[in-house]
């Protein structure tokens, strides 16, 4: 059975698409044959496997059809179908529409009304008969019709029932336009509801489906958000410098890369033969070792901050031009560089001015620049891997008192 | 042994699934036991109309019995009597009134059937849900043996088929997803059944080289065959294909081999094969990066197993359990529920030849376990060999009488089969609860 990572495994699988004009294309003459040469090249290792790993080797289609639809479901988000869309619409409807303010029943009228065409016939009058002349002389008897009808002049010599008619049947005509115009207007009406609820509906739909591709869009934002911000870091560091420049000043000590091997001692000679030049040979040797000091600070955190930013011309430049503050050789416990300058003018000793004949002889009887490389190597393993560039603002903080590679008696001759 | 074929159409030019099915487990069977079919004189299922001439002939050396269709079909009144029995509260009199206006109805064919079933050891009825079979396994309930190449359809929720089913002396299912509704709409677990299939007749050799050459097929392609019909799914393939070519610039081709009852969409990617012999098709299939299967509702896609006999992966339609059933139980697939989807997995096929290939490997295995012809013959022979062990008992019920028949009590069709569980069954091979 194939795992979910396998089945990844498939996925960077190149095919040898350029031995064939037809991109994707497999091989035709393979197929169709059924045997064990079908696939040709195409088939995979015939080494004789046993049951349980012909078993691992299957690919899972389950699991491969879950995870391609996982991979849609995170890329699309959520997919709804439009059945599934009108359902959640018409539940937003129904929280729309404030079951105080509504009245009970009114929305499936509506909504049947949206479903039914609004055909009202206009309503004929409860008692639509008409009112003539004889009308009031009318009776199912017919005797007693023959007897009104004979008496029927001898009533109209008391009043004349003409126009009484005549108004009855004026009343029956506006009843029945009354009637008229209220079915009409009722079906009016009714093709308002149907219409607004329609467009209500659709508008909440909408609405709906709307949102739902907000939401998805939203979690795509996000991730490309995150992703641009991965990418900007990325190209930061990769813009700034691994690590300081290479310093011309610094001849036998550590290099800038501490983890770098070891320099044979052969190079010795070469590095002291490249020195700056000023002073006296143990000036020189003194600057030599300062500068070794501030290029192993230069490994620190703060200094490699100088190597990332605009310290690092200022680092570079003291080391390169040979200032005073180049000189600075104050205790390495002391706290930012800025510090060590002003001490410098305190503490540096004057030009030409002898070195201890300690340090002389320490410089004469130092195990070499391979053992300082190695012991500082050992001592510090993780300042000499550290190439992180940190702010060039940020103060650096107080060193902790390293282990200078020189005997301790240089200490006390420094002050 | 003796054995009757009972199928709705019979003919070596007629390649409807069930009746290709019947035809070729015919001639198979035809090595082991005296076969004879017996069928009708139509060629058309939509109107049966009499084109094969009634009387006694040989198609590929079985003896085959027509039967005159005494009417054809009026499509108006099928379809007003489906919308009845398949939406709306009926009665078994309306559902016993629908089979007989689907047809066909050839009262010479089930007279035929039930003296068969006096002088044959067997009768093989195809096609559950046509008049033939229903009629027929009533007439030989005692020997009768189901096809019922049944599909989600709302046919299988009518009432009027759980005596049948519940009646037959045994079952041979297509599917394990088919028996599981039969099983579950009609509560015939207690009938001798097995899940079998059929079949196809692939060639030892294909050449897709000579397929392409002939047809101009010179992008790769996706391959679709069958009938070119909504109801196979077509004009949704034709969507998700026109939208996926929309866009991805790969060069890639859907060909059609089939008859079209849709129109063909005229586009520069959608090749169009019309119908062709079946050594093309073959060579034709065996050069596709992969078979689409579109389709809906299926009982057995034989075209899905042939691709998988010659090694090509095939891609789905997920929304039918059979398939997607198949998929799972071979691994010779991926199926899709949507478009998107659909483009998914047709790239995941396309950028990832080694899974395709194992996906063919894969599939073909799978028919040789299980539609090779020696096993699918073995399962037939085995259930005969099992059944006459048996004595044969008579368990069809009887039809309602006047007054139940009209009882307006039965369940719409479709609202039967929509209250069954779906899904695929995941369990591979075959399962007899007998």
Redesign the interface.
Known sequence: MLTLPQ?RG??P?E?ATDQHP?????Q??H????GQE??GD???STAPQTQEQGKAD?????Q??KD??A??AQR?GI?L?AQQIQELAARRLEAILDPRTVKPGLLDQLRKAAGAPADIAPAAPADAYTFEDHTIYDTHNGLLRFLRKLLAPVLKLFFNPNPIAAALNAQVRVNREASRREAERERTQAEWNALHYTVLQRLVTEVSRVSLEMQSLSLRVESLATRADFAERRIRGLEAPPAAPPMPARTFDTPATPAGPARQPSDIGTSTGTGTGTGTSEASEGRRRRRRRRGRRGNLPGSDAAGAGAPTTQTSGDLADGDEEAFDDGPESDGPEADDSTRSSLSAPAPGAPEPAAEASFADTSPGPASFAAIESEREPEKALRFEPLPAAEPVPADPPQADPAPPTSEPSDR | MKLAVVVQRYAADIGGGSELHARYIAEHLAAHAEVRVLTTCARDYVTWKNEYPAGETTVHGIPVERFAVARERDPRDFARRSSLVFDETHAVADELAWLDSQGPVSPGLIDRVRRASADSDFVILFSLRYHTAFHGARAAAAKAVLVPTTERDPALGLEMFGPVLRGVRAIMYNSPEERALIETLHGNRGVPGVTVGVGSQ?P??????RA?AAFGL???YVLYVGRIDVNKGCAELFDYFTQYAGRSD??LDLVLIGTPVLPIPEHPSIRYLGYVSDQDK??V???A?ALVMPSYFESLSMVLLEAWA???PVLAN?RCDVLAGQ??R??????YT?G??FE??LD?L??????????G??G?AFYEAHYEWPVIERTYLDMFERLAAGEPVERMEPLPGWLAARARTARPGAAVVDAAPRGPV?ESGKRDTA
Do not use: W
């Not at chain 2, 030892?204 to 080289?209: F, M, N, Q, V």
């Open positions: 089945f498939y996925l699988i095919m037809q991109s994707g294309r497999r035709h003459f197929r169709g044959r059924r079908r696939r195409r088939r995979p299957q690919p899972d289609v389950d491969i059809v391609i639809k991979r849609i699309h997919d179908s | 692939i030892e050799e294909t050449d897709p080289s392409a010179d992008r790769p790969r060069p073959y060579d299939l065996a050069g990066e010659i090694g090509v997920g998929c799972l071979s691994n010779g697939g991926l199926f949507n998107r989807e998914a997995m995941t396309l950028d990832n030849p080694a899974l395709a290939d194992e996906l490997e894969n073909r995941r």
